[in-house]
């Protein structure tokens, strides 16, 4: 019976330690451009983000048009949606306009599913066009899941360029409250004061019924700290994250639009200059109730977890585990952290690795990626547990044309959502 029960425990490490190997990731969408090298990208180029809606379906956007020689970016992007079998639909286009400023913004950076079934997104360039290169500072967008009735909610600055009371620099995702409305952050702008520039960011709120847009907390020196990264929300329907300068842990309630804050102990390794190491931008909610993100050491790539308790006690750093890592950080339903690492330290084509939030320690790195798709960037998980992501290559049959990004999907085998 012993015998009988070791060899079925050595046969169950053996089978997950060999899972992945000799396993592809699936290329389910690549972005097709026209050229050898450059060129226009028709459907999009540089996929980055990606989520999946309550119809099952994935949408993401990709953040420009193509590639001109010499490495400058054909500014534009666009919306997409994709099924899970993968049928695509090009939903939308972000187009220079008559005077080529993208009045109605260009690079879309997130998006997000709004209570009304419909795809709230925020643009990094576009808006408002003061003459000369200037692009403004992005726009605030939704648009229906079939690609119809696009519009402009908010242009960013553009109450006055000076000022930016309105907010500039959207930082981070838009997130859903509990009240059915969005919210968001901007890193600067603002009628806050005591920031090295103008305003020190804003959280603002999206009434989905009206569109109305409106400034709901001011950052400053005295109030939060200043230049926020996004929000994360909890389960009691408020709001966390993490503030640049002054390095404060802020909690935000939406109910009484106001902001406690702690100031984080920076006990980096030697050589960090505190805030500068916080490699993570939006934070992520662990098992445990905790708060967790990437730090890099100053001066080197080297990254590793921290965790923190949403009072703000019990801050701590794992040792580095790793470089090149992604964005976000992402719950999966087996109870780790998974992230996309790109070539920079990995396999040549890119990883997955799973980390562990009790310990910040490597559970297992998987190497799906290959010529058909490599460089991931940014990941989520299904409903059915497949994990789903956005590269930044992929193959293409043929000549003349180039892949300039890819959509992905692997299943690691973790369970359903």
């Not at 950076?109 to 408002?128: F, H, Q, S």
């Not at 960037?377 to 590269?391: F, H, K, P, Y």
Request: charged share 10%.
């Amino acid at each position: 019976m012993k015998a009988t029960s070791a060899f079925a425990i050595l046969f169950a490490l053996l089978a997950s330690t060999a899972f992945g190997v000799g396993q592809e990731a699936v290329a389910a969408y690549t972005f097709v451009c026209t050229g050898k090298k450059t060129g226009p990208c028709p459907n999009g180029g540089v996929p980055n983000s990606l989520i999946q809606a309550t119809d099952g379906n994935f949408y993401g956007t990709t953040a420009n048009s193509g590639d001109k020689a010499g490495g400058q970016t054909v500014f534009g992007g666009t919306v997409f949606s994709l099924t899970p079998a993968g049928t695509f639909t090009l939903l939308h286009t972000f187009v220079p306009g008559s005077n080529g400023k993208f009045a109605n913004g260009a690079g879309p950076v997130t998006l997000t599913e709004g209570p009304d079934g419909k795809l709230y997104g925020l643009t990094a360039i576009g808006g408002i066009n003061y003459g000369g290169q200037f692009y403004g500072y992005g726009v605030l967008f939704r648009i229906n899941k079939s690609g119809s009735g696009f519009q402009v909610i908010h242009k960013f600055c553009s109450v006055d360029l000076y000022v930016c009371t309105d907010g500039s620099y959207p930082a981070g995702g838009l997130v859903v409250g509990s009240d059915n409305n969005i919210y968001g952050a901007t890193l600067e702008g603002g009628g806050g004061v005591g920031c090295a520039s103008g305003g020190c960011g804003t959280i603002f709120r999206v009434t989905p019924s009206s569109g109305a847009y409106k400034v709901v907390f001011n950052f400053g020196s005295s109030s939060g700290g200043g230049f926020p990264g996004g929000l994360t929300p909890a389960s009691d329907g408020t709001f966390y994250g993490l503030t640049i300068e002054g390095g404060s842990l802020f909690h935000f309630t939406p109910a009484t639009t106001s902001l406690t804050s702690v100031t984080l102990p920076f006990s980096f390794p030697p050589g960090c200059p505190g805030f500068a190491c916080f490699a993570t931008n939006v934070l992520s909610f662990g098992t445990n109730g905790n708060l967790y993100g990437f730090y890099t050491v100053y001066a080197s790539t080297d990254t590793g977890l921290f965790e923190v308790e949403p009072s703000g006690e019990g801050f701590q750093l794992f040792p580095p585990v790793s470089s090149g890592v992604g964005p976000e950080l992402l719950l999966a339903t087996d109870g780790n952290f998974w992230f996309p690492q790109s070539t920079a330290s990995g396999s040549a084509d890119g990883d997955l690795v799973a980390l562990s939030p009790s310990t910040g320690t490597v559970v297992q790195t998987l190497t799906p990626f290959s010529s058909s798709v490599f460089g991931p960037a940014q990941m989520i998980q299904g409903a059915d547990g497949t994990l789903w992501g956005v590269a930044a290559g992929g193959a293409v049959t043929g000549s003349g044309h180039f892949a300039d990004g890819a959509v992905f999907s692997f299943n690691a085998g973790l369970p359903p959502r």
